[in-house]
């Protein structure tokens, strides 16, 4: 059973990594404090995961026939990946990560079926795009309906407060019920984890990374990439949010990291481009082309190492 302690780690990285991209933009226009931030997505990644999680498993593991081996090679490639791009602050996706652990493992062996990965890659491409128009449709059409209640200032203030709680804790939903398979998908198919006991511990080990490591990227996300006030930030969250809860239904692990970053950048659009941090931005995109690339060569050597 040891090689689950790799899914474990490589939940608590995602947890890390993950937590800013649902609460980070509402901790940092200092309207929800850290610490009730991240109880709030530990109670809700668990959540999302159970009920939602089960629906990306087969997209995950299918890539590869894997073995407890492998599994335990892939985990540990993906999450020391995500640790690394943590401690640099950076936001990336660990659906990016685990693809391409096993994708690493799969030229290992030399034998791999890679059908599935084009659907893959048109859901990853389409998360940040998405997110991006999610953005600049909820951004007017809820600021129209805010300006229009009959309500003073300080009641607005609260309702957008009360909003930036409920959109995060959806976030959160959303969050474990699409990533839970990057967590522990490879080891449903190997037998060691039923589905739902790999739902558990993967939404598990989400949450512990959340309430344990999380506040380094949250520096990243919602501060130094644009300027966000609060009710920009409701809308960031709440686009990231139906965009990854759309791809949960599809089947298909994505990046909460694009997700949010594509509605930040809808909400620059709107706001006018000057108000985006390029330098932050340039080392976002960094980070999503590094990962795949680190956790691929991360993978295949360990896994040459130990079985080849």
Request: one cysteine or more; hydrophobic letters at 55%; aromatic letters at 8%.
């Amino acid at each position: 059973m040891y090689r689950l302690l790799s899914g474990v780690f490589m939940g608590w990285a995602h947890g890390s990594n993950n937590a800013a991209n649902v609460f980070g933009t509402a901790v940092f226009s200092k309207t929800v404090r850290y610490r009730t931030a991240v109880i709030l997505c530990a109670i809700f990644v668990i959540a999302g995961a159970v009920l939602e999680g089960q629906a990306g498993m087969n997209t995950i593991s299918g890539l590869v026939n894997q073995t407890a081996t492998s599994a335990f090679v892939a985990s540990l490639a993906a999450a020391l990946t995500v640790t690394l791009m943590s401690m640099l602050k950076m936001p990336v996706s660990t659906s990016q990560a685990i693809v391409g652990a096993i994708i690493g493992i799969g030229l290992s062996l030399g034998k791999s079926d890679f059908s599935g990965l084009t659907k893959v890659v048109i859901c990853w491409v389409g998360t940040p795009i998405g997110a991006v128009v999610v953005a600049m449709i909820l951004y007017p059409l809820l600021g129209r309906l805010l300006e229009s209640l009959p309500v003073n200032i300080f009641t607005r203030d609260r309702m957008i407060k009360a909003g930036l709680i409920v959109a995060g804790s959806y976030g959160a939903y959303a969050l474990g019920a699409n990533n839970v398979a990057n967590i522990t998908g490879v080891y449903a198919q190997t037998g060691l984890l039923t589905d739902f006991q790999a739902v558990l511990l993967g939404g598990g080990s989400i949450a512990l990374g959340a309430l344990t490591y999380s506040k380094n990227v949250m520096m990243t996300v919602g501060r130094k990439l644009v300027k966000l006030d609060p009710f920009s930030a409701l809308i960031t969250v709440l686009s990231e949010a139906i965009v990854v809860h759309f791809f949960a239904k599809v089947g298909v692990p994505v990046s909460t990291s694009q997700a949010i970053v594509g509605a930040v950048l809808g909400i620059g659009l709107l706001k006018g481009m000057k108000t985006i941090n390029n330098k932050t931005l340039i080392s976002i995109l960094f980070g999503w082309v590094g990962t795949p690339a680190v956790a691929l060569l991360m993978s295949f050597i360990v896994f040459r190492l130990l079985v080849v």
